[in-house]
C-alpha cells in the first residue's frame, strides 16, 4: 500500500520495506529454521524474488509492511498487514523477528504500534485484526493473549510440523477491545 507511515515507539521504529531490505530478508528466509518452522511457512524463495519482493512490496494494494528496526535503520524483520478488506474493514496480521532480536521486546511493541494505527479513524480505520498462530509456538501465542487477541477457533490437525500435524489457533482483536484495553 503507497504511503504507509513510518511508526515510532520506545525501542522500534517501523519503516516501509524498501529494496535494501533484501540481504536481511534473505538472511531470514534462508538461515532460520526454527522461525521457519514457528510460522509454518513451507514456500521455498529465491534471491532473485526476495529482491523483486522488497523492491516492490511497499506499492502493492491491500497490505501493509513495515520493516522493524531498532537504533539504526537495519531490517530486523518485519510486521505486515495483509488481506486488508477495505468493505469489512479486516486484517490478517503476521509478523517475524530475526533470531537474535527475539525476546527482547520488540515483537510486542510492535504489534502495538501497528494496532494503534490499524484502529485509528486517521489510520486505517480497520475494525478487526486476525491472525493464525501454530499450538508449536507457545511465545507467539502467550504474546498474542497478552495483548489481548480472544481465540476464536482452532483448526485441528491443519499444519504439517515435520512428522506431526499441529493445530492452527485462530486469534482476532476487535478495534473497541483494543480502546477498551488497559495500557
Ligand atoms: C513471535 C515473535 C514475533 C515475538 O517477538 P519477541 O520480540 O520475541 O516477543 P517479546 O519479547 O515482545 O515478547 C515475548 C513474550 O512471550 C514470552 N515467552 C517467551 N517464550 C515463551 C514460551 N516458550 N512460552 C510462553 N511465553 C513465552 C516472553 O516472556 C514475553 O512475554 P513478556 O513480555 O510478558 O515477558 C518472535 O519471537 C519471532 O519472530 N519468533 C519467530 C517467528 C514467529 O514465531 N512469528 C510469529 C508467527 S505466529
Known sequence: MKGMPTLRGEMVTLRPIQSDDADGMW????????????????????????????????????????AITHLTDEYL???VLNQIDAHSRNANLRL????????RGFGGEAIQLVLDHAFAPDGLGLHRVS????????????????????VEGRLREAHLDGDHWCDVIVMAVLEEDWRARDR
Open 131 to 150: 491472525l493464525d498462530v501454530l499450538s508449536i509456538n507457545p511465545r507467539a501465542y502467550a504474546l498474542y493473549e497478552s495483548l489481548g487477541f480472544a
Open 27 to 66: 538472511e531470514m528466509v534462508t538461515q532460520d529454521p526454527e522461525g521457519t518452522r514457528q510460522t509454518g511457512t513451507t514456500e521455498v524463495f529465491t534471491r532473485e524474488q526476495v529482491d523483486v519482493w522488497c523492491a516492490e512490496v511497499a506499492d502493492r494494494d491491500g497490505r501493509a509492511d513495515w
Open 77 to 79: 524483520g518485519e510486521i
Open 96 to 103: 517475524a523477528l530475526r533470531p537474535s532480536h527475539r525476546g
